[in-house]
């Protein structure tokens, strides 16, 4: 069974920085490491519905959210496992829960992942993130 673990997010103030890290487990997912995974970082504010952040496919491609174009970075580290997000000049916009989803296929259409339209199979149980003005 495959597991996703979030952790990283806390509160920081504008501008700062934070970086979330996603443990993953579980026959399949680990078999051969991430790197052949399409994996993903979403978040949900209060209020709104859930948004793509960031998605990066099993050759290293990766395509981001408008809003966090220049700020955000993801990665994977196959030798530990994780799915990171490196999170630069935030914003009090950028406050959500947030979370990392993946399958174990690699991705067809990262934009598609991203829209929410293609929906991953595995999640987490998020992160929060807070940023204050």
């Known amino acids: 069974q495959v597991q996703l673990v979030e952790s990283g997010g806390g509160s920081v103030q504008a501008g700062g920085s934070l970086r979330l890290s996603c443990a993953a487990s579980?026959?399949?997912?680990?078999?051969?490491?991430?790197?052949?995974?399409?994996m993903g970082w979403f978040r949900q504010a209060p209020g709104k519905e859930r948004e793509g952040v960031a998605v990066i496919d099993g050759d290293g491609g990766m395509t981001y959210a408008d809003s966090v174009k220049g700020r955000f970075t993801i990665s994977k580290d196959s030798a530990k496992n994780t799915l990171d997000l490196q999170m630069n000049s935030l914003k009090p916009e950028d406050t959500a829960m947030y979370y990392c989803?993946?399958?174990?296929?690699?991705?067809?259409?990262?934009?598609?992942?991203?829209?929410?339209?293609?929906?991953?199979?595995?999640w987490g149980q998020g992160t929060q993130v807070i940023v204050s003005s």
């Open positions: 989803a993946a399958q174990l296929a690699n991705c067809i259409d990262r934009s598609w992942i991203l829209s929410g339209r293609g929906r991953l199979p595995y």
């Open positions: 579980g026959y399949g997912i680990t078999t051969y490491g991430l790197s052949r995974r399409c």
